[in-house]
């Protein structure tokens, strides 16, 4: 590892106590049977007995301690504009990575292999431009050798609390939030992984909070494959958290935190047969990356509605042995919220590439059956570019049972949307040469969710976009344009029994419009069993669930070489595997991809790796 990063994280953890108390207290019920339950060992004198110590602790645990709210994705949306994933349906999500979590949407991820390797995700055609990311509330910036694109495969999946995808026409925002402790009793979690290609991962996380108010929170995650057969592209990625706050009252808090990434990833070679007329397919990358945040908060009231400022001050670098760089944020958050409308303005300065970066949303709900959205966003950009858009949602909402006015009364429960987003747009700011590109990216929306049996449709009108190529794709010079198309997405979700449900999502182009990048016709399909088999096992303890997962795409263009001419994406079908067990905070899990052991992966000349086997395990205690 470079600079020993790794290993000063990991010395941290170790050495830390494990004892807490916190703020001001709120008893709160005991988690429900689906939430990971801590375990509970407390760190007394040793002539405590056992059982008094276990006592203790799970008292601790059921004592509610106030973290930092959070910021962003707390404004008012219709319906069906967002997917939240809370910590326990991460555990138990087929997800290994973000680029997993995103890929369960229904996107098409570019991997650049199996794990370890670059995850892409492509919307529909818009390229890198199509994923926005924030960390905590702050826009997560694009550094280093690849400042056109963010990897999402980098971060690690167990550092996040929670991760809200906002999907739209055109665009898809990810909000990522670490994870906040809540609880008097001390957290630490700890995991173990292996596989195929001499794959490791190991994760510790350790998180306190005193009754000063004062929030210490700790984790390292360590990920190292080697190369392929008859290939080349071994790596290791750490990630490091550290985040120490004060939360005075409910009111005021500050909170400083760093996110590191030391990154080693091997340049990935053409193997035999390829064909893929270059030296290297993906460069690699080398380098730590850190992004160091202070953030200042007040609010008018106790709880979240009323008033409220959140202050930041950030700085992200990267450095290698040919990169260096260093951009400073600084800017604030104000919203205010109540039940039945939310209003907030984001205004930020980085001091590289994106100057002014202002955000204004409003949402409204006046009844139980409408709500309605805002938002204007301008960014001001080197080179005198700039980027202004805005977007305007509107949400219906009909409960089962609902009389229409024409005397019709629902048998299901009815959502109706739709979305215009019109404007401007630089797709890469970090380069110069990249110009305005206009748009109006149009959505219409029906959903019904019938009981056991739930069904979505979506209908958008995407305008041409010059998307840009990913730089560790190197065999896809460049991405043709893609003209106006018409998409019809259609996701459904049925369960004949209470433990058996099958999930799918399926993109297809209408019009005869083929947009480069992704192929026509895209599924991503799950059928999950889960049970905690309470007959026998009344406590809830136990909890079993083995999901298979099937990725099918139709044959279509990927993108065009260095003579421009186009390049063949292959139509396969990919069959993946999960076995997972929790007794207690005890969580087995064992994962498969590749079952039919096909050689063509998401991108040509990227095989997926063979009958791919992770399996490990993943504890999470009270101490």
């Known amino acids: 590892m470079r600079g020993g990063t790794r290993w000063l994280l990991w010395l941290a953890l170790l050495g830390l106590p494990a004892r807490v108390a916190g703020q001001v207290p709120q008893r709160v019920p005991p988690p429900q049977p689906d939430s990971l339950a801590a375990d509970s060992l407390s760190a007394q004198a040793d002539s405590i007995h056992p059982t008094d110590r276990l006592l203790e602790a799970e008292q601790q645990r059921l004592v509610q301690r106030m973290p930092l709210p959070r910021v962003g994705g707390q404004g008012i949306l219709p319906a069906g504009s967002r997917k939240v994933f809370v910590r326990d349906s991460i555990e138990w999500s087929a997800a290994r990575t973000v680029g997993d979590l995103i890929a369960g949407t229904g996107a098409y991820i570019w991997r650049g292999g199996w794990v370890g390797r670059p995850e892409m995700p492509n919307v529909q055609g818009r390229g890198s431009a199509s994923v926005e ?16 694109a963010t ?41 173990v992984s292996t ?11 350790f998180e306190r909070r005193w009754e ?64 893929a007329g270059v030296d290297t397919l993906d460069p690699g990358i080398t380098g730590t990356r850190n992004s160091t945040q202070l953030r200042g908060f007040w609010r008018g009231r106790d709880d979240d509605t009323g008033p409220r400022v959140d202050a930041f001050l950030a700085r992200t670098t990267f450095d ?19 039940p039945d409308w939310s209003a907030e303005l984001t205004a930020l300065h980085h001091t590289d ?24 966003v301008y960014q001001s950009h080197y080179g005198q570019r700039e980027s202004r858009w805005g977007t305007a949602r509107v949400g219906l909402a009909f409960p089962e049972g609902e009389r229409l006015p024409l005397g019709v009364r629902l048998p299901f429960a009815l959502r109706l949307g739709a979305v215009a987003r019109d404007g401007r747009r630089v797709q890469t700011p970090s380069l110069e040469s990249a110009p305005e590109q206009n748009f109006t990216d149009l959505e219409a929306t029906a959903a019904i969710d ?24 190197r065999n896809v010079v460049s991405l043709g344009p893609v003209p106006e198309t018409e998409w019809v997405s259609v996701k459904g979700r049925i369960a004949p029994l209470s433990w058996i449900a099958f999930e799918s999502a399926y993109d297809h182009p209408v019009g005869g419009a083929l947009p480069e990048g992704v192929p026509p016709q895209h599924s991503w399909t799950t059928a999950t069993i889960r049970s905690k088999f309470l007959r026998n096992f009344p406590s ?10 099937v990725e099918n795409w139709s044959n279509g263009i990927i993108g065009r070489d260095a003579n421009g001419v186009a390049i063949n994406l292959p139509a396969t079908t990919l069959y993946r595997s999960i076995i997972q067990l929790q007794i207690g905070p005890f969580i087995l899990w064992y994962d498969r991809v590749n079952w039919q052991g096909s050689r063509i992966g998401t991108v040509p000349g990227f095989p997926i790796q063979n009958l791919g086997t992770t399996y490990g395990v993943r504890w999470e205690f009270a101490n």
Not at 255 to 260: G, K, N, S
Not at 353 to 376: F, H
Not at 451 to 472: I, N
């Open 450 to 473: 019938w009981g056991r049996l739930g069904l979505e449709g979506r209908f958008r009108r995407l305008d041409a976009w010059t998307p840009a190529p990913y730089r560790a794709f």
């Open 133 to 148: 990311y924030t960390v905590d509330g702050l826009p997560w910036l694009t550094v280093g050798p690849d400042s056109l």
């Open 540 to 549: 809830g303890v136990f909890d079993l669930k083995v999901q298979g997962v």
């Open 195 to 205: 596989g195929d290609r001499a794959f490791e991962q190991y994760f510790g996380s």
């Open 212 to 275: 000063s108010g004062i929030g210490l929170s700790l984790g390292a995650e360590y990920t190292g494959v080697n190369d392929i057969d008859g290939f080349s592209g071994s790596g290791n990625v750490t990630n490091g958290w550290i985040q120490l706050g004060w939360l005075r009252d409910p009111r005021f808090g500050i909170q400083a935190q760093t996110l590191i990434q030391d990154i080693e990833r091997d340049p990935f070679l053409p193997g035999p047969g390829t064909g």
């Open 320 to 338: 290698n042995d040919t990169v260096s760089q260093d951009i400073g944020t600084m800017g604030v958050v104000t919203s205010y919220r109540q």
């Open 353 to 376: 590439w994106t100057t002014l970066d202002s955000r204004l949303a409003l949402g409204w709900t006046p009844t139980d059956r409408l709500t309605v959205a805002i938002e204007g």
């Open 151 to 191: 990897d999402p495969s980098l971060w690690s999946l167990t550092l996040l609390e929670r991760v809200e995808i906002e999907d739209g026409p055109g665009l898809m925002r990810v909000h990522l939030h670490t994870r906040a402790h809540d609880r008097q009793a001390p957290r630490t979690k700890i995991g």
